[in-house]
Structures are given as C-alpha cells and as structure tokens.
Nanobody, 118 residues
Framework: QVQLVESGGGLVQAGGSLRLSCAVS????????MGWYRQAPGKQRELVAT???????TYADSVKGRFTISRDNAKNTVYLQMNSLKPEDAAVYYC????????????WGQGTQVTVSS
C-alpha cells in the first residue's frame, strides 16, 4: 500500500506563491510517475503537472511557466511550486502516484485546499 499526504495549501493573494508538498510512504518501490491533480467546484478535474522517473515533467497549459513540479527521492517527497497564482488556480489539489505498469494514477492523497483571493 502507498500513502500520500499533502500539505502546504492555504490562502494566498493573487500574484503570490505557495509550495505544496506530498510525502510518500509505504510500498514505494516502482512508483515512477507522480503528479498533481486539482478540482474546483463545478469544474472538471485537471491534471496539473506530472514527473516521471524523477526527471521528465509535463504541465497543463494553464500553469506552464508558473508551476514547477519536483521530486526529492531522499525525502520521498514531491513538490509543486506555484508562482503568480491566479484566482482560477483555487481548487483542492491532490497528489497522485502510479507504478510503471499502472495505466492510470492509482494512489491518491486526501487533497489540500488552495484559495486565491483577488
């Protein structure tokens, strides 16, 4: 089993920054892909950023140039640095993970709320 615990959410003014953290524990062998989803009320869930094998990153167009995903294997932690935040970035952010043989993200954290005031 894999446990993902997010932290770092909160209230920030537009233009500000937040860094989300996701602590990974449990049976972490083979977890080669991790990412962050977000979901705002009334909106579809969006895959914001992914990191594969600790190196290859992808981003949703809506956050490119503002968000950065990274992974610290020594600390078993994944980060999402969010800069130049906009009100439309407000959502619950979920950390996700999967093994190389999983077709979809199988492991999910409980989510952390990000609120951006205008």
């Amino acid at each position: 089993q894999v446990q993902l615990v997010e932290s770092g959410g909160g209230l920030v003014q537009a233009g500000g920054s937040l860094r989300l953290s996701c602590a990974v524990s449990g049976s972490i062998f083979g977890l080669n892909a991790m990412g962050w989803y977000r979901q705002a009320p009334g909106k579809q869930r969006e895959l914001v950023a992914t990191i594969v094998s600790g190196v290859t990153t992808t981003y949703a167009d809506s956050v490119k140039g503002r968000f950065t995903i990274s992974r610290d294997n020594a600390k078993n932690t994944v980060y999402l640095q969010m800069n130049s935040l906009k009100p439309e970035d407000a959502a619950v952010y979920y950390c996700v993970a999967k093994r190389f043989y999983d077709s979809d993200y199988k492991y999910w954290g409980q989510g952390t709320q990000v609120t951006v005031s205008s």
